[in-house]
Nanobody, 120 residues
Framework: QVQLVESGGGLVQAGGSLRLSCAAS????????MGWYRQAPGKQRERVAR???????FYADSVKGRFTISRDNAKNTVYLQMNSLKPEDTAVYYC??????????????WGQGTLVTVSS
């Protein structure tokens, strides 16, 4: 019914950059908050960044000043620009969206995850 498709993960050296994308598709009326989470091996999933419809952003302390979240409301897409990557940023990154379906129902959706590996 609704899908979030992520792209842009991969292997990068420490200090490098990657840009993640996440596109929502399906019977969507509107999308409220979109965000990125990550889960490293053996650790709990943590919120990395979040952005509201109006563009208000939130960042985890660990990524402030290095990561930038943005969104294109016309394309139902959220981005995560990751600069100055560190080995501790290695994780599976998940896209999340809180949205309203055409039928009027609220739904929270997760993407399938994309792996980011930062080598030292």
């Amino acid at each position: 019914q609704v899908q979030l498709v992520e792209s842009g993960g991969g292997l990068v050296q420490a200090g490098g950059s990657l840009r993640l994308s996440c596109a929502a598709s399906g019977s969507i009326f509107s999308i409220n908050t979109m965000g990125w989470y990550r889960q490293a091996p053996g650790k709990q999933r943590e919120r990395v960044a979040r952005i509201t419809t109006s563009g208000t952003t939130f960042y985890a302390d660990s990524v402030k000043g290095r990561f930038t979240i943005s969104r294109d409301n016309a394309k139902n897409t959220v981005y995560l620009q990751m600069n100055s990557l560190k080995p501790e940023d290695t994780a599976v990154y998940y896209c999340n969206a809180a949205l309203i379906l055409v039928e009027g129902r609220f739904l929270e959706v997760w993407g399938q995850g994309t792996l980011v590996t930062v080598s030292s």
